[in-house]
């Protein structure tokens, strides 16, 4: 398995791979992989050619009383769970490498980076679409595949890509879950044991949430069952709970309709997020 450090190294090794006509994936990653990683370089292993995956801990992403510091890495477990998960070759920039002394520009995808996690976390999408922005330019990849826990995430991207015309085909992956429930995530690493079950209860309250919504329980009840669910079962704080458009990520407010059932919650230190396609006929 091939390291690149560097931009151009990484764009040299894709042009060559591009040249002999083969197809070439993409899983952008922090790092500190997890369950949920390995099953999208499965995905990418299955269905192109070539495997890239990034590692980089993207400074821009993170608010300045966020994790950024102390967010988990371990890029030697890193490099052994690709080379044996069969990944072509590792991109791992540094900090100075993505953002020289001289970067100035950045990616906002206006309406849907406003509300969900883009309403708690301001320049959180500036920051992810930008990076990614770059990790495409870096990458050149014919593919590139994203998890359905971070929802808002993902449409962003596909919407980031559609608007500014990258030749790229965006894939989004089911949530991998452990078989408590929770859905796999590297801050799950701040969890101990007692607070990994009370954060399971997150997905309980969230498929709670979808029965009372196909039942066509109105939304502003759903929402309430959900936080009630949380509040009664563990010591998480709800950020926001929300039945959203799948498309557009506005609220949505007739019952039963497709929809998006997110969340945040915190305990103490760690924040986690959740969600689930409620409704019928949902494809991501
Ligand atoms: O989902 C993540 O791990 C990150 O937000 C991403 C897409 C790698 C961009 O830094």
Redesign the pocket.
Known sequence: MLLAPTIRRMQEVSRSWQKKGLAIGLV???GYLHEGHLSLIKKAVQSCDRVIVSV?V?PL?FGPSEDFESYPRDLKKDRSLCRRAGVDALFVPSAREMYPASFQTSIEVEKLSRGLEGAVRPGHFRG?AT??AKLLNACLPNVAF?GQK?YQ?AVVIRQMVADLNFPVKIVVCPTVREPSGLAASSRNSYLGESERKEASMLYRALQLGAEKWKAKMPAEEVIRIVKDYIAKHSGFEIEYVETSDPKTLLPVREAGRPAVLSLAARLGKVRLIDNILVGAGLKT
Do not use: I
Request: zero cysteines.
């Open positions: 952008p990653t922090m980089f993207n992403q992810v990076v990614v994203f971070d995430q």
